[in-house]
């Protein structure tokens, strides 16, 4: 069994005691869920846009504890004034250390920012719960989800007015889930079997993602070079977590990246 399939296997019993104690009309009913989304596929193409999706994530199943202090609210406002084009909270508690507060707290604190909520969507439930919550977008991880799956989810989110990141991690992945009601596509550059990270990944796939999706490249990215290597490969999108998160100050961490990024780069030596 992998860790995808015991986050899945709990993902379905958490679903289930959530629908079972808070309705949809209750959902429904909560202030935020007719708020105007904001549209990451916008921020992420604006001319000057950093194309950064910075991640708020104290642990991980890969890395475990990455930041037990910093306070959502303070780090997601930070990431905001620092110059994201787009937050990601995650909203997983067992594997990740996130909750809906959190996300509530981030849509708080940064009204501007569009907002993905990053957890491991299997059902329409939690796509209310995200409209609900102030997320602007949904990740559908292709490993987790069939084809129809992905048509299904990605379709009511459109209806609810969010966005959608599919991610993927292969070929296979990429076409056999992407779908027209899919926004973007990120490619994530972890195996999620086996937590191996190669950034080679995003380079090998992104020729074979159609124009008109956004492309996002995710994990494991660190440094200036990598975003411009992978702009030359058509990434516009570039999901970085742990980079920031593992700092005392992750909003200084992604302030000296977005220096780095609109400074001229340096010339090679001859
Ligand atoms: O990060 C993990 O260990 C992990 C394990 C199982 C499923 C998903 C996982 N990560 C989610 C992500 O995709 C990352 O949080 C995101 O791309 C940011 O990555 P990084 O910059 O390397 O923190």
Not at 14 to 35: K, M, S
Not at 79 to 108: H, K
Not at 213 to 237: C, D, M, N, P, W
Request: with cysteine; glycine share 8%.
């Amino acid at each position: 069994m992998t860790i995808l399939d015991k986050i899945i296997a709990e993902k379905r019993r958490e679903v289930t005691r959530r629908e079972a104690a808070t309705p949809v009309e209750a959902l429904r009913a909560q202030p935020g869920f007719g708020r105007p989304v904001l549209s990451a596929r916008a921020a992420l193409t604006a001319v000057g846009s950093s194309g950064i999706i910075a991640e708020f994530k104290r642990r991980s199943p890969s890395k475990g504890v990455i930041n037990g202090a910093a306070e959502v609210g303070a780090t997601t406002a930070g990431y905001a004034a620092a110059g994201a084009a787009v937050l990601s909270v995650l909203t997983d508690e067992p594997f990740f250390g996130g909750t809906p507060a959190d996300l509530l707290a981030a849509r708080a604190a940064c009204p501007a920012t569009p907002i993905l909520r990053k957890d491991f969507i299997i059902s329409e439930y939690q796509l209310l719960e995200a409209r609900a919550w102030g997320a602007d977008l949904v990740l559908l991880i292709a490993a987790c989800l069939t084809p129809q799956e992905v048509r299904q989810l990605s379709a009511a989110a459109q209806a609810l007015g969010l966005e959608v990141l599919l991610e993927v991690h292969d070929a296979a992945e990429l076409t056999g889930h992407l779908c027209d009601t899919v926004d973007l596509v990120g490619v994530n550059n972890r195996n999620l079997a086996t937590f191996a990270t190669d950034i080679d990944t995003s380079t090998r796939l992104a020729a074979l993602i159609p124009g008109r999706f956004v492309k996002v490249a995710e994990s494991g990215l660190e440094h200036a070079r990598t975003i411009r290597q992978l702009r030359q490969a058509g990434y516009q999108g570039f999901l970085m977590g742990e980079t920031f998160m593992k700092t005392t100050d992750p909003a200084a961490a992604l302030g000296r990246l977005v220096g780095e990024l609109s400074a001229r780069p340096a010339p090679l030596a001859r």
